[in-house]
């Protein structure tokens, strides 16, 4: 195994006005990498490319930044276990906090209610916040935040849920975490997949490299990536089986804590006083930043670009195969299936596009020819749009059809779905 440090990673750049909640106005950049950290209770920025780092937010409500999101706004989103009042071992402790990308200025988004260690966060695709919070001597839970009133709900507690620690979304919108302690034998830890619908719990991996696994994410495949912070290693979980592979250890691992995807498919990880790049085929090791700020880090998180979400859509429901004639003047009913991630009554009908082909309008208002109904009957509201045949941006023998759109609050959104060309009679 190579290791690699580049000296690029021993030059920093800290710079900014001192000053309550907002250290340095500096503006954060799609692929930087922003870390958590729990000693000195700030928000750094750290240059993918040069290692330099700056203090985006510290102090304020920051105690203990464990978990790090982004919202719709390219805000920062933290989780915080000590925060608003510090730690506790009954309902009341922690919160989250949302940190102004260009000015480092906090606010409160919720705090205390059912938390008792918030540790890591995400947002979901219908915008609402998870939360895993970690039960300190009462059990875990995953927790459901509305991000406007910070209002919280329990999605799922107790079980094997004793000590979760991160967690991620796989592309059935199931919650994924690593669990530090329940589910194991002699009380190791697991990956335990939890239904954001009814809170069940299933164990997916246990024992082997897992001891009390700690951070982890999730590639384009749904394969898991997770650190041991103890045993010092990077390790793979297949998502079907539940097989352990080891990605990579020792070398300048320390104590791995969070792990996260950059843009270019490398695993970015948060590693006491640095952060370190890990190739996942190879297991190559690069340090990309070290000392400087980074006392403690632990949360970690990658601003992300123009991020496109993939939906399910099912052109013209109930009917198998998809036959489309283009010499049709007629429409084609689409269907944006919602998902317990993803609000399909968010997305805007006039940026629905099908294979090119808009969606008709109808009525001295220009109406769209959109309806809202569960076309799938899973109890959850979907968008049915009708888009005019003749717009149609396909040839004859394609088999796939693409439909790009956009919601209410800009996020993109892209689903395809088979088709049969049928030539006009």
């Given at each position: 195994?190579?290791y690699?440090?580049?000296?690029?990673?021993?030059?920093?750049?800290?710079?900014?006005?001192?000053?309550?909640?907002?250290?340095?106005a500096n503006?954060?950049?799609?692929?930087?990498i922003v870390v958590g950290?729990?000693?000195t209770?700030s928000i750094?920025?750290?240059d993918?490319?040069?290692?330099?780092q700056?203090v985006i937010?510290?102090g304020g409500?920051?105690?203990s930044p464990?978990?790090?999101a982004?919202?719709v706004?390219?805000?920062?989103?933290?989780?915080?276990?000590?925060?608003?009042g510090g730690?506790c071992?009954t309902?009341?402790?922690?919160g989250?906090?949302?940190?102004d990308?260009t000015t480092?200025v906090?606010?409160?988004?919720?705090?205390?209610?059912?938390?008792?260690?918030?540790?890591a966060?995400h947002?979901a695709?219908?915008?609402d916040l998870?939360?895993v919070d970690d039960?300190?001597?009462?059990?875990?839970?995953v927790?459901?935040?509305?991000?406007v009133?910070?209002?919280q709900?329990v999605?799922s507690?107790a079980?094997v849920?004793?000590?979760?620690?991160g967690?991620?979304?796989?592309?059935?919108?199931?919650?994924v975490?690593?669990?530090?302690?329940?589910?194991?034998?002699?009380?190791n830890?697991?990956i335990?997949?939890?239904?954001?619908?009814?809170g069940a719990q299933t164990?997916?991996s246990?024992?082997?490299?897992?001891?009390?696994?700690?951070?982890?994410?999730i590639d384009?495949m749904d394969?898991?990536y997770?650190?041991?912070?103890g045993a010092?290693?990077i390790?793979?979980?297949?998502?079907?089986t539940?097989n352990?592979t080891l990605i990579?250890s020792g070398?300048f691992?320390?104590?791995p804590?969070?792990?996260e995807f950059d843009?270019?498919?490398?695993?970015?990880?948060?590693d006491r006083?640095?952060?370190i790049?890990?190739?996942?085929a190879?297991?190559?090791?690069?340090?990309?930043?070290m000392?400087?700020?980074?006392?403690r880090?632990a949360g970690?998180?990658i601003v992300?670009?123009?991020v496109?979400?993939?939906?399910?859509?099912?052109?013209?429901?109930?009917?198998?195969?998809?036959?489309?004639n283009?010499g049709s003047?007629?429409v084609?009913p689409?269907?944006?299936l919602s998902?317990w991630?993803?609000d399909?009554t968010?997305v805007?009908?006039e940026t629905?596009?099908?294979?090119g082909?808009s969606v008709k309008?109808?009525?001295?208002?220009?109406?769209?020819l959109?309806?809202e109904?569960d076309v799938?009957?899973?109890?959850?509201?979907?968008?049915l749009?009708k888009?005019?045949t003749?717009?149609?941006?396909?040839?004859?023998?394609?088999?796939?059809?693409?439909?790009e759109?956009?919601?209410?609050?800009?996020?993109?959104i892209r689903?395809?779905?088979?088709?049969?060309?049928v030539p006009d009679r």
């Amino acid at each position: 195994m190579k290791y690699v440090m580049r000296l690029s990673s021993l030059i920093f750049l800290v710079t900014g006005v001192l000053g309550f909640n907002n250290v340095q106005a500096n503006l954060i950049n799609p692929g930087d990498i922003v870390v958590g950290d729990i000693s000195t209770g700030s928000i750094i920025k750290v240059d993918p490319n040069s290692g330099a780092q700056s203090v985006i937010s510290s102090g304020g409500f920051l105690v203990s930044p464990t978990g790090i999101a982004f919202d719709v706004n390219g805000d920062i989103l933290v989780a915080d276990g000590e925060a608003f009042g510090g730690t506790c071992q009954t309902n009341g402790c922690g919160g989250v906090i949302r940190i102004d990308r260009t000015t480092g200025v906090q606010t409160e988004v919720t705090s205390g209610g059912v938390f008792i260690g918030p540790l890591a966060i995400h947002v979901a695709s219908d915008g609402d916040l998870i939360i895993v919070d970690d039960g300190g001597a009462q059990l875990g839970q995953v927790v459901r935040v509305d991000p406007v009133s910070g209002s919280q709900t329990v999605i799922s507690a107790a079980g094997v849920l004793v000590d979760p620690q991160g967690f991620v979304f796989n592309q059935q919108g199931n919650i994924v975490i690593a669990e530090g302690t329940g589910g194991g034998a002699g009380f190791n830890g697991s990956i335990v997949i939890v239904d954001p619908q009814t809170g069940a719990q299933t164990i997916l991996s246990v024992g082997g490299h897992i001891v009390s696994p700690l951070g982890i994410t999730i590639d384009s495949m749904d394969g898991l990536y997770f650190t041991e912070p103890g045993a010092i290693k990077i390790v793979y979980v297949d998502p079907l089986t539940g097989n352990q592979t080891l990605i990579s250890s020792g070398g300048f691992l320390i104590e791995p804590s969070g792990i996260e995807f950059d843009e270019n498919e490398q695993l970015v990880v948060s590693d006491r006083t640095q952060v370190i790049r890990i190739d996942p085929a190879s297991g190559t090791q690069t340090v990309v930043s070290m000392g400087g700020n980074l006392v403690r880090a632990a949360g970690i998180g990658i601003v992300p670009g123009s991020v496109v979400m993939e939906v399910v859509i099912d052109i013209k429901p109930g009917s198998d195969p998809n036959s489309i004639n283009l010499g049709s003047a007629g429409v084609i009913p689409v269907a944006i299936l919602s998902s317990w991630t993803f609000d399909a009554t968010t997305v805007d009908p006039e940026t629905v596009a099908l294979a090119g082909a808009s969606v008709k309008m109808v009525g001295k208002s220009d109406k769209f020819l959109c309806s809202e109904k569960d076309v799938n009957g899973d109890n959850l509201v979907d968008l049915l749009c009708k888009v005019q045949t003749a717009e149609f941006m396909i040839e004859t023998g394609d088999s796939m059809a693409v439909l790009e759109a956009q919601t209410w609050d800009g996020v993109s959104i892209r689903g395809e779905d088979t088709i049969r060309i049928v030539p006009d009679r």
